[in-house]
């Protein structure tokens, strides 16, 4: 299979699964206390997280074909930078009222959780497009 090929699903895998499956965190983070329905989590996750999941499994899909890293490390570590970089877009687009690194720090408790376990989990079901002699 073309690498090219194997890019374009690695970053179909998280772009599919990754919103459904951060939403569903989400949901356990906050929703499942107060039993709503999982399912405005899970669909409107699409809406909030299809950039973050497009962007995470193009850092994977990069590192892995170019670098032949697949570690776990590696969807870990791409999650915290696209979420970072998502968060600190949007400070900057609305900077709030009690301070950038408040806001941050309020934000990232709600954000980085349903993100790292998304894209672990796409990561593992997308490694072995991943491996660089596959």
Do not use: K, N, Q
Not at 17 to 38: D, H, I, K, T
Not at 97 to 112: E, I, P, Q, T
């Amino acid at each position: 299979m073309s690498t090219t090929l194997r890019a374009i699903l690695v970053v179909g895998v998280f772009a599919v699964l990754g919103p459904p499956v951060g939403g569903a965190v989400a949901w356990l983070m906050v929703g499942a206390r107060s039993l709503r329905s999982p399912l405005p989590f899970i669909t409107g996750a699409y809406g909030e997280a299809i950039w973050l999941a497009i962007g995470t499994g193009l850092l994977c899909c990069a590192v892995a074909l170019v670098w032949c890293r697949t570690s776990w490390l590696v969807p870990f570590g791409a999650a915290l930078a696209v979420t970072a970089l998502a968060i600190t877009v949007g400070a900057v687009i609305d900077p709030p009222r009690d301070g950038v690194l408040a806001a941050l720090a309020r934000v990232a408790v709600v954000f980085v959780p349903p993100s790292i376990v998304a894209a672990l989990v796409c990561w593992l079901i997308a490694r072995p497009l991943l491996r660089h002699d596959a």
